[in-house]
């Protein structure tokens, strides 16, 4: 029972806590003073962590359910920041990477119908840019980037590149999108943005598209929910995009590109070789004989090169769009019993800072074990991820409220998608072409990644925002799992709300308190674990 001299007695000890740094509302997003943007402090603070968001699309052709979706999931993550926590000017360009492959015109199976999923969602992603706009940002402030087949980005509804993006997203947000498809030496250099590779195996210097990689830009990047020869092709592969003809060839094979020579490494053919020698009787599938990049040294190639340009090219956040995923080669050709891929209702957007442990939950939410893909492997190896085991990353239910629940894994339903990845049809082997990556793995025994916090402890946080209006949220951090108890007090002492009552596993937890009709002010809140209470301040201003 918390008494009144108790509430007195811890009122007075948080007296001289200062306030964070102030931050408009999350209902009021447009910044007229602070100028600045970034994502939601949670998600900031957790790069170890995944996050899923349900969405609730009845249809895949319903246009503004999926809008809905886009809008929900950007007034969610991206919120307004101050300067002095880390927010971006609202003056940064916003270049956004949907995953725009070709969606197979030289198919003669080819239907638009049947191929709405080979990209990403363009309503979803005008959507988010709308939400992102809310902020501050002017939509000529966005462009939308793809080094592949223009032709195709009218049908796949983000406008026509030839007519200031006409007939699509962009005529409607504002965004910029055009045809970007010179090679180097005959785009305009002013288009092209040139990133040193640090310790690279294959480039020693890789071009962008302007304004990927520039300073003074935030890159969004927005896969899509598929499968494709290189597994379920997620966020990391979707940055390959990113990169100017003809450097974006990564899935040429065991070969090298049409490059300067002077932008590669010259032994990097000779390194990937004795790589991929260690790594053929290790890494699943890494066997399967030949050269081109559905053999296991071409996917070796396929990796450093992928991995290569990660070193140079770090999104602001990684989104994958799995409103509804799609099975088969990537583009049209699929399992179905019409020879085309099929499409399923998954109604999920997967999201995090980390694309390794982004795409590794894709993996397995796909219902394939992402133990059996080399990207994950070399990932590690090379310093881009910790852990290839799916149970080890901190997986969070993230709420159109912005706030969090850590879950288990098992919890999400999973959809099957079949691929033709490393086909298992030598030595003997028959596994038909398309066929899931499932055999289990026995991962290394490991705990979950480390918090960049340290080590664990009992960890109540400022909220966020402070002040705010109408809600905010609360993380705390427990070292164990155990019952917790999260209370609002007015300043009379009076409890007038319970967020959290009961049994919390060990890890990092938030809550969110809709204020309802409570009136400005300050108020309290407590969390108390075991032995552990603390009491901390927040101010409501209406």
């Known amino acids: 029972m918390f ?16 306030l964070s740094s102030t931050v408009r509302s999350l209902t009021s997003r447009r910044q007229a003073t602070s100028g600045f943007f970034g994502l939601h402090p949670f998600v900031e603070k957790h790069p170890e962590a995944v996050f899923i968001m349900r969405t609730k699309v009845a249809d895949k052709t319903n246009s503004e359910e999926k809008r809905n979706a886009g809008l929900n999931f950007s007034r969610s993550v991206m919120v307004p920041r101050g300067e002095v926590d880390g927010g971006m000017p ?55 980037r793809e080094v592949n087949c223009p032709e195709d980005f009218e049908i796949d ?32 250099e002013k288009d092209v943005v040139w990133s040193d590779v640090p310790d690279g195996v294959y480039f020693k210097k890789i071009p962008h598209l302007w304004p990927i990689n520039a300073p003074g830009s935030w890159l969004l990047n927005i896969a899509k929910l598929k499968a494709h020869g290189m597994g379920i092709t997620l966020s990391a592969k979707n940055l390959q995009g990113t990169v100017v003809h003809n450097y974006q060839r990564f899935g040429s094979g065991y070969l090298w590109i049409d490059m300067k020579s002077e932008h590669k490494i010259s032994t990097g053919l000779v390194d990937i070789k004795n790589s991929y020698e260690l790594h053929k009787n290790i890494i699943p599938r890494w066997d399967k004989p030949g050269s081109s990049f559905n053999s296991g040294i071409g996917m070796e190639t396929w990796v450093n090169m992928t991995l290569d340009n990660h070193a ?7 989104v994958v769009e799995g409103i509804y995923s799609r099975d088969g080669n990537g583009f049209v050709r699929g399992p179905g019993s019409d020879g085309l891929a099929q499409e399923f209702l998954s109604n999920i957007i997967i999201f995090g800072l980390n694309p390794f442990y982004v795409d590794n939950i894709g993996h397995w939410l796909a219902a394939n074990e ?34 969090a629940q850590l879950t288990p894994l098992d919890d999400f339903e999973r959809t099957p998608l079949m691929t033709y990845y490393l086909q298992r049809d030598y030595n003997g082997q028959t596994e038909p072409y398309y066929h899931l990556c499932d055999e289990p793995y026995e991962y290394p025994q490991t705990t979950a990644i480390d918090e960049p ?15 705010f209006n109408p ?6 951090r427990l070292p164990r799992a155990g019952n917790v108890l999260l209370e609002i007090y007015n300043t009379t002492g ?14 990092t937890h938030m809550a969110v308190w809709n204020t309802g009709n409570q009136a400005s002010g300050i108020y309290f809140y407590r969390l108390q674990f075991g032995s552990f209470s603390e009491l901390k301040k927040m101010t409501l201003v209406r």
């Not at 003056?91 to 199976?109: A, E, F």
């Not at 893909?373 to 409220?401: C, K, M, N």
């Open 471 to 476: 809600y905010t949220t609360i993380e705390y």
């Open 3 to 18: 008494t009144r001299r108790d509430f007195i007695k811890a009122a007075a000890a948080t007296s001289s806590l200062g």
């Open 494 to 507: 009076q409890r007038i709300d319970v967020l959290v009552d009961g049994v919390c596993q060990a890890g």
């Open 370 to 403: 992402p133990g059996n893909f080399g990207l994950f492997h070399i990932a590690v190896e090379r310093g881009f991820a910790q852990t290839i085991d799916p149970h080890a990353i901190p997986v969070y239910e993230w709420l159109s409220d912005g706030s």
């Open 453 to 467: 916090s340290g080590p664990s402890a009992i960890v109540l946080n400022q909220n966020f925002p402070n002040p």
């Open 157 to 188: 509804g983000y406008g026509n590149p030839l007519n200031g993006g006409a007939g699509g997203v962009a005529e409607r947000t504002g965004a910029e999108i055009r045809d970007m498809t010179k090679v180097v030496g005959v785009i305009d």
């Open 90 to 144: 609202l003056t940064h360009l916003i270049p956004v990477k949907p995953n725009l492959t070709c969606r197979g015109k030289w198919d003669s199976m080819w239907k638009e119908e049947k191929t709405k999923g080979v990209v990403t969602d363009s309503y979803f992603v005008e959507g988010v840019i709308e939400g992102m706009k809310e902020l501050g940002l002017a939509g000529s402030q966005f462009s939308i």
């Open 312 to 318: 140079v090219t770090k999104p602001g956040l990684n």
